[in-house]
C-alpha cells in the first residue's frame, strides 16, 4: 500500500499538484521551442512579418530573441515542476515589447503596420505567459508550505496514544513550536506559538471532532491571526503491536508577508517539523522524556541535526 | 575533567572538558573507574566512521560508580553503586528494546534522521561512536553522562575486580551473541575469522554452546597463539595458508557448520594484490567497507550453513558472494551486540567461574596515555591484545 493509497484512505487530500498550469508551463515551452527554432532558421522572413527586415540591428535583436526562446524552452521542457519558470517567459515578452515598440516609433506604411500586428500578438502573448506563472506559483505556494503530514508507530495502545494527545497541554512537550496551549473549556483551548523577533502568535482553537481512541481533529475559531486546523488519527498497528499516529495540519496564509512571518512560527519547513514532533512524541510517550545528547543537547531536530555540537558535555547546566 | 578525544582521523587528544551533568531524568552520571579501547574505536581512528567532530569524547566500553543520579531512574539503582554499562543506549521501552533488540532501540539516537539517509532506518545510540549514532560523549574520560542508566547499567555487588567485569559492557556480549546467533548445536565446527578479543569470545562462548570444535582465523602469531592456548581453539594463519583449502581439510571437504566475521570493514587479506583493490576503492569511496573476512566466511561455510557477521560494518560492501549464500542456502545473521540482553547471565557466569574475560588483558595504562594506548593496540605492537584505561 502507497503513501497515496494510505493517505486517501484516510481522506487526507495529497498536496496536490495543479496539473492544468503545468500541462500549460509544457505548451508554452514547445512553443518557445518552436519559435526559437523558427527565429533562428528563418531570421529573414521572420524579421520582414514583423516589419523589420530594414535593420542589421534588428536581425540581430531578432537572433538573440531567438536563442532567449530555446533558453525558455529549456527551462519548461526539463525540470519535473516547470511551472514557475513561465516567469522567464514573462520577462522576455516585457523584453520584446519593449524591442518592438522602439522599433515602431521609426517606421511607417506595410513596416508599421507588421509592427503592430507583432506587438499585438505579443501583449496576447503576454498575457497567457502572466497567467500561467501566476497560476503556478500560486499554485505551488497553496500546496506546498501550509499542509503538513507525518506519521509514526508508538509501542503504546491507541487509548494511551489518544489520552496523551487529548490533553492538549502536553503538545509544548513535543511540538517545539508552540510555547504554551491553555484549555479553556470543554471543546476550546488557546494556543501559544514562538513567531519571528521573540514575539508570539496567540489563537483560539475548537476540537471539531472527537472520536475516543481513534481521531481528534480541531480548527482555529473564527478570527484566529493564523486560521489553522489539525486532525491526528490513530489506529492499531498490524496484529496489535502499537499504535499508527498520523497528522496532518493545515494553515491558511492569509497575506505575503504576515504568511511568511505565519510559516516561520510553524517553522521553516512545517512538513519536517511535523516528522521532529511525531519522533518527539514517540520519545516521550514511549520512556518518558526526550532524547538527548551532548551532540544534540536541544532533543531530536533536524535543526540540530545540521548543526552538531561536539560530543562533550556543555558547559553550561541544562536542565530536562 | 580529563578526556580522550577525537581531533581529526589518526590524530586524538586528552584534553580537558566540563563535567558531565543529568540533561534527563533517567541519566545518571558515572565515574569512570575503568575503560577500554575497542577494536571498532579503530575505525573511528582510521576516520572509517562518518560524521565525528572534533572534540567528541571516545569510549563504550566502561564502568565506575553511579555518583549522581536523576529523578526517574527505575532500577533501584543508587548513587555509590558499582556498575558497568552497555555500549549500546537502549531505553527498553520500544518496539525493538521489548523484543530484546536493544542496539537497535527506536529512541535513544537523537540523530535518526541522519542514520535514515545512510541506512534507511536508525539503529539506536551508541556511545562516543560517531554522530552518525548519537552524538553521545564517550566513556574514555573521568565522569560519563548514562542516559537510560537503569536499562544500560548493571550492578556489580561482587568484589570481582574491574578486569573481571569491565569487558561485559561489550566485547563478551558481542563474542557470545556472535556464537548464540550461529544455533551451535552439539558437536558443531564453529570457524572464527579475526582473533582479536571479540574473535577470543566467541570461540569462548561457542564451546560453552556446546561447539565440538573451534578453528580461529587471524594473520598474527601471538593472537592465534592465544586462541590455542586460553580458550583451546585450532587457528589457521591466512598469510601461510589457503583458509579455504585449510577448512575443507580440515572438515573433510564439508566446510564449518558456522563461520564468524569478527573483523568487520578493515579487513585485511592474504593477497597484496586483493588488499590493494579494496584498499583503493575504499579510498576513492567507491566502497565504504573492506570485507575480506565475510566473502571468505560465505565461501567456506557447509551447504545450509549459518554465517554470523559481528564485525562492525558502516555502509556498503563490494563483490558480495550472494551467489554462494543463495544457491547453498546459507543462513546470515548479524548485529551490534544487544548488551543488555547478556549482561546479566553472562556476569553469571563469570561469577561461578565459567568464563575469566580478563585474559585479553595485556596493557594497562592511565587516561592520560589513551592516544599512545590507540597507538599501540592499533600497529599491533608489544604483542597488544586490549589496553585498558585507568582513570
Known amino acids: 500500500m502507497g503513501l497515496r493509497s494510505v493517505t486517501e484512505g484516510l481522506g487526507i487530500e495529497r498536496a496536490a499538484q495543479d496539473g492544468r498550469s503545468e500541462g500549460l508551463a509544457r505548451v508554452l515551452g514547445w512553443f518557445s521551442l518552436g519559435l526559437g527554432i523558427t527565429t533562428l532558421a528563418a531570421t ?3 524579421s520582414r512579418l514583423c516589419g523589420v527586415d530594414d535593420s542589421r540591428t534588428a536581425q540581430i535583436v531578432l537572433r538573440a530573441a531567438g536563442i532567449r526562446e530555446l533558453g525558455h524552452a529549456a527551462a519548461l521542457l526539463v525540470p519535473r515542476h516547470a511551472g514557475p519558470a513561465a516567469w522567464t517567459r514573462v520577462a522576455g515578452d516585457v523584453m520584446d515589447l519593449a524591442a518592438a515598440g522602439r522599433a515602431m516609433r521609426n517606421r511607417r506604411d506595410v513596416r508599421r503596420r507588421r509592427l503592430t500586428y507583432t506587438v499585438a500578438a505579443l501583449a496576447g502573448i503576454t498575457a497567457i505567459d502572466l497567467y500561467a506563472s501566476l497560476r503556478a506559483t500560486r499554485g505551488r505556494r497553496m500546496t506546498g508550505a501550509n499542509r503538513a503530514y507525518g506519521s509514526i508507530t508508538v509501542n503504546r495502545r491507541p487509548e494511551e496514544a489518544y489520552q496523551f494527545w487529548h490533553d492538549f497541554e502536553n503538545l509544548p ?9 491553555r484549555v479553556t473549556g470543554d471543546r476550546r483551548s488557546v494556543w501559544t506559538a514562538k513567531a519571528p523577533a521573540g514575539r508570539s502568535v496567540q489563537w483560539e482553537a475548537e476540537i471539531v471532532e472527537d472520536r475516543p481512541n481513534q481521531l481528534i481533529s480541531w480548527r482555529s475559531v473564527d478570527g484566529a491571526k493564523v486560521p489553522n ?5 490513530f489506529m492499531p498497528a498490524p496484529a496489535n503491536q502499537g499504535t499508527e499516529i498520523r497528522v496532518e495540519l493545515e494553515y491558511s496564509v492569509p497575506g505575503r508577508i504576515l504568511g511568511n512571518a505565519v510559516a516561520r512560527a510553524f517553522g521553516e519547513n512545517p512538513q519536517q517539523q511535523i516528522c521532529d514532533d511525531l519522533r518527539r512524541f514517540k520519545q516521550v510517550i514511549e520512556t518518558g522524556e526526550i532524547t538527548r545528547s551532548d551532540g544534540t543537547p536541544e532533543g531530536t531536530s533536524v535543526h540540530a541535526q545540521t548543526h552538531q555540537r561536539p560530543a562533550r558535555p556543555l558547559a553550561t547546566t541544562r536542565t530536562a | ?5 577525537w581531533v581529526a582521523p589518526n590524530k586524538l587528544a586528552v584534553e580537558d572538558v566540563p563535567d558531565p551533568q543529568i540533561l534527563n531524568p533517567r541519566d545518571a552520571v558515572v565515574r569512570v573507574t575503568s575503560s577500554a579501547i575497542c577494536g571498532s574505536d579503530l575505525h573511528l581512528l582510521d576516520g572509517f566512521i562518518p560524521a565525528m567532530k572534533r572534540g567528541d569524547i571516545l569510549g563504550h566500553e566502561f564502568m565506575g560508580e553511579i555518583v549522581e543520579l536523576g529523578q526517574g531512574a527505575r ?45 534507511g532506518h ?70 572464527i575469522w579475526g582473533a582479536g578479543p571479540v574473535g577470543q569470545f566467541a570461540a569462548v562462548s561457542a564451546y560453552l554452546l556446546g561447539a565440538g570444535q573451534v578453528i580461529v582465523i587471524d594473520r598474527y602469531p601471538y593472537r592465534l597463539r592465544m586462541a590455542r592456548d586460553k580458550v583451546g581453539a585450532e587457528t589457521i594463519n591466512y598469510e601461510e595458508s589457503d583458509v579455504l583449502d585449510t577448512l575443507r581439510e580440515m572438515t573433510a571437504g564439508r566446510g564449518p557448520d558456522a563461520c564468524i566475521d569478527a573483523v568487520g570493514m578493515e579487513g585485511h587479506h592474504a593477497s597484496a594484490a586483493l588488499q590493494a583493490y579494496d584498499r583503493a576503492k575504499q579510498a576513492m569511496k567507491a566502497e565504504s567497507d573492506r570485507p575480506h573476512a565475510l566473502r571468505e566466511a560465505i565461501l567456506s561455510c557447509r551447504n545450509g550453513g549459518t554465517i554470523s557477521a559481528v564485525g562492525s560494518y558502516g555502509g556498503f560492501i563490494d563483490k558480495f558472494p550472494m551467489g554462494s549464500l543463495m544457491n547453498r542456502s546459507l543462513t546470515m545473521r548479524s548485529g551490534q551486540a544487544h548488551v543488555q540482553r547478556f549482561m546479566r547471565p553472562l556476569l553469571e557466569r563469570i561469577r561461578k567461574g565459567e568464563i575469566d574475560p580478563s585474559f585479553i588483558i595485556t596493557h594497562t595504562m592511565g587516561i592520560d596515555d589513551a592516544p599512545l594506548g590507540y597507538d599501540i593496540f592499533k600497529n599491533k605492537q608489544d604483542e597488544c591484545m586490549k589496553v585498558v584505561l585507568k582513570a
Open chain 2, 1 to 5: 575533567m580529563k578526556a580522550n578525544c
Open chain 1, 173 to 181: 512537550r513535543f511540538m517545539y513550536h508552540l510555547q504554551a496551549v
Open chain 1, 44 to 46: 529573414p522572413r521572420v
Open chain 1, 229 to 233: 486546523c489539525g486532525r491526528v488519527r
Open chain 2, 122 to 191: 536508525s539503529p539506536g545510540g551508541i556511545f562516543g561512536y560517531s554522530h552518525l549514532l548519537g552524538g553521545y560523549a564517550g566513556g574514555q574520560a573521568e565522569y560519563v553522562r548514562v542516559p537510560y542508566v537503569d536499562v544500560g547499567a548493571v550492578k556489580i555487588e561482587d568484589d570481582l575486580p574491574d578486569e573481571k567485569v569491565l569487558f561485559l559492557g561489550d566485547v563478551l556480549p558481542t563474542g557470545y551473541m556472535a556464537a548464540e546467533l550461529c544455533e551451535i548445536k552439539p558437536g558443531d565446527v564453529v570457524a
Open chain 2, 75 to 119: 532500577d533501584g539503582l543508587r548513587v555509590g553503586d558499582r556498575v558497568v554499562v552497555g555500549f549500546p543506549i537502549a531505553c527498553g521501552d520500544c518496539f525493538s528494546c521489548q523484543r530484546g533488540l536493544y542496539s537497535a532501540c527506536e529512541n535513544s539516537n537523537p540523530n535518526a534522521a541522519i542514520a535514515e539517509v545512510a541506512m
